[in-house]
């Protein structure tokens, strides 16, 4: 089972806005879903933390970690960015 994110935008950028979706709730299952936080210098970036799917948790984690390594600027001391 998957976590859907970001479908419904998707949908509307990669139809530039054309593509509409009808659905009807079938109700709600069970997931083993596992939160993901992100810290940067050993603090929690609670704007960073999602929720996944324990299968893909270390797969997104590494992701995410490897981008914000990227993007954040280096400086002349470290800064640990870990994902838990």
């Known amino acids: 089972m998957a976590v859907i994110t970001?479908?419904?935008?998707?949908?509307k950028s990669r139809t530039k806005g054309y593509a509409s979706?009808?659905?009807?709730?079938?109700?709600?299952?069970?997931?083993?879903?596992?939160?993901?936080?992100?810290k940067i210098n050993y603090e929690a970036?609670?704007?960073?933390?999602t929720i996944v799917h324990r299968d893909n948790a270390q797969q997104i984690g590494r992701n995410l970690?490897?981008?914000?390594?990227d993007k954040i600027p280096r400086m002349?001391?470290?800064?640990p960015i870990q994902g838990e």
């Open 45 to 49: 970036a609670d704007p960073l933390a």
């Open 6 to 11: 970001d479908f419904f935008d998707q949908m």
């Open 21 to 38: 979706m009808e659905y009807k709730q079938i109700g709600y299952r069970k997931s083993d879903l596992v939160r993901l936080d992100i």
């Open 76 to 79: 002349l001391f470290k800064i």
């Open 65 to 69: 970690v490897r981008a914000l390594k």
